[in-house]
DNA sequence: GCGCGTTCTGTACGCGCGTACAGAACGCGC
DNA sequence: GCGCGTTCTGTACGCGCGTACAGAACGCGC
């Protein structure tokens, strides 16, 4: 009454069970009669058989497995990359297991006690203690390991961006185009990785401008919580020409909270965000944003997977790419006097 | 140079193979002098041998992972989702893999052939065609089964939400509170499942109480399609004054138009969105909406696949719940009246 | 010291597969 | 019909673990 076996199948179409194997295994060269192949598969189906992957596993030493470990919370970004991910692993004939990580490795300060997935090599996505963690258990851990994303450890191989130039860039755009008061919208808690390097972008071009630095403090990252924020400091004090957010969805709820006062997105204040997610272009005032290259990075990271699977002992691969600002009329007077100007 | 087995800590120990895999089992149970146990746990530190989960899965005949399988998007509902039942899971020592599923059963046209993670038991939440795949497959596939969400099949085990009944509830409260002309803003296309029992009690409510039904069509899931269908469609034809929108992203769209078209919500036009987002609370206009009972729906799921998985040939396990009416200011008038009133 | 119950440890096997190797079957030319 | 190369199939084992069962070691009372 269990599942059927290979065993069942072998007896079931009189031939052995390497036949069985050979029949269902797919590969084209592996000697087998046509008849022979017809008699396996006309049995398999008849018992409704299918391998027992974990079986298939242990014999041969891989599970065609890849795992993602990240965050999986409300960001249009994270599911570019989950989706982007999937299909590189399909055509590569993997499959992949995504795990929501951090809180995990949290409970089990251990790497591979965090996950019992059986996987053949782990891509870790803006964890940020995914990659210190791997190090340091690296020599009890065996999965080939690659971060990507915003965390980057001198370790691990890693593909990842360099947050702090394109921030430099889009806070210089909003210099260069005249602006001198510009306020910073990013968290009041949580996250200090990747917020730092925009952080300190931000710092630093202004220093180097002789302008002064304020900040927006929203609770969490939501559309919401930054449309609030971002209000009630506007009424709170006024002359504030410019905001530079954090992210794409604090940016979507500054656009929110500026309109709502009746003020003019690009207008009396400019609005640049990070990580180039659609909705920033679908806007009336289209906003001005750092594109992630979510597309390259994905691709690398598969690319040092691969390589390190096929030679665990290789050299450490590390890519920084960087990140593209897409120009468009909330910040940019040249894009707003196309029609919903937009210069990606 | 290879990764340490069971073998070598039990040679490195000077104890049996046995006795290395009771060692290491923590099961209290197993008599075991102090003494060996503390020179295999040494051992096995030592050696840095951790087991192997493949093994393990195919001796002890369970693998302790449950797969959850959804689609991963931009929602903060599905989010909430994740996070709950990772807990729940976690907390019976089983782990989670998550696949982003929809896509795969559609080039596989199979069910299990979609992932090869093993798994001991499976949760498919808001999947179209996971639910009736496995009710065709279910003779060949093993794994225990338990759908969640809106997609009912009367095959397979089911924890649902009764959608119908809750939007019943929704447009009923807008009628009842004086609204005329109540448009339903929905998708110009794709998710027909989850949107037919929210547009049939749209209809039906309205047919009830005599009045005309009015749509608006939103190109995609997000709050900036939403924005933008609803302004222009404010903009184009008066006397609309209340929005039954199918979820909270697009009432937080709907919510931004029309504050940016110069009117007030709960005003002029009544608002009332589903899922029961946090967003939607923390607006300066808190949004009615149809809580979905996260929690709840997790736990029954979790339970009735514990139940399954210990005897699979058990009865038909279903159960539908039903979300809860939030009412908030954007439509409700004793709401409007008390500060930010939240009746949750 | 001896007997007996209890606690501990080792031997042996099974989980379901992939695959190396050996040998059987086949085809072909002479 | 025979020899030889090629194609096909079966035997046998290993992957790394859990665990049943047997037997060894131990402790205790007499």
Redesign the pocket.
């Known amino acids: 009454m269990?599942?059927?076996?290979?065993?069942d199948?072998?007896r079931y179409a009189?031939?052995?069970?390497?036949?069985?194997?050979?029949?269902?295994?797919g590969?084209v060269d592996?000697?087998?009669?046509?008849?022979?192949?017809a008699r396996v598969l006309a049995a398999a189906e008849a018992l409704g058989?299918?391998?027992?992957p974990?079986?298939?596993a242990?014999?041969?030493?891989r599970t065609q497995i890849i795992g993602l470990w990240m965050c999986l919370d409300y960001s249009r970004y994270r599911a570019q990359v989950v989706d982007r991910m999937q299909r590189l692993l399909r055509q590569s004939d993997y499959c992949m297991a995504i795990t929501d990580i951090e809180e995990e490795i949290g409970q089990h300060h251990s790497f591979t006690r965090a996950s019992r997935v059986p996987v053949d090599g782990l891509i870790a996505f803006d964890t940020p203690t995914a990659g210190s963690i791997f190090a340091r258990d690296s020599r009890t851990e065996h999965p080939c390991f690659v971060s990507m994303g915003a965390y980057w450890d001198p370790h691990t191989h890693f593909v990842g961006v360099d947050l702090y130039a394109g921030a430099v860039e889009a806070v210089e755009h909003l210099v260069s185009t005249g602006r001198k008061r510009i306020a910073f919208l990013h968290l009041a808690a949580q996250d200090p990785g990747s917020a730092k390097a925009r952080y300190d972008a931000y710092c630093d071009v202004l220093q180097q401008a002789g302008l002064e630095t304020q900040f927006i403090l929203a609770p969490a990252i939501s559309v919401a919580d930054a449309h609030r924020s971002v209000r009630e400091y506007l009424q709170a004090r006024s002359g504030v020409d410019a905001i530079f957010c954090l992210n794409d969805d604090l940016a979507l709820g500054a656009h929110q909270a500026i309109t709502a006062l009746g003020m003019q997105v690009g207008g009396e204040i400019a609005l640049v965000g990070c990580d180039g997610i659609e909705e920033t272009e679908l806007l009336p005032c289209p906003i001005t944003t750092l594109r992630q290259p979510v597309e390259e990075m994905c691709r690398l990271a598969w690319q040092f997977l691969q390589t390190c699977m096929e030679d665990p002992s290789g050299p450490l691969q590390q890519r920084i790419l960087k990140p593209r600002l897409i120009l468009r009329a909330s910040s940019d007077p040249a894009s707003a006097r196309q029609k919903g100007g937009d210069a990606s």
Chains 1, 2 share one sequence.
């Open positions: 269990s599942r059927p076996t290979r065993t199948v072998a009189r031939v052995s069970e390497a036949t069985v194997s050979r029949a269902l295994s590969r592996l000697a087998i009669t046509k008849d022979t192949r058989y299918r391998p027992n974990t079986a298939q242990l014999a041969a030493g």
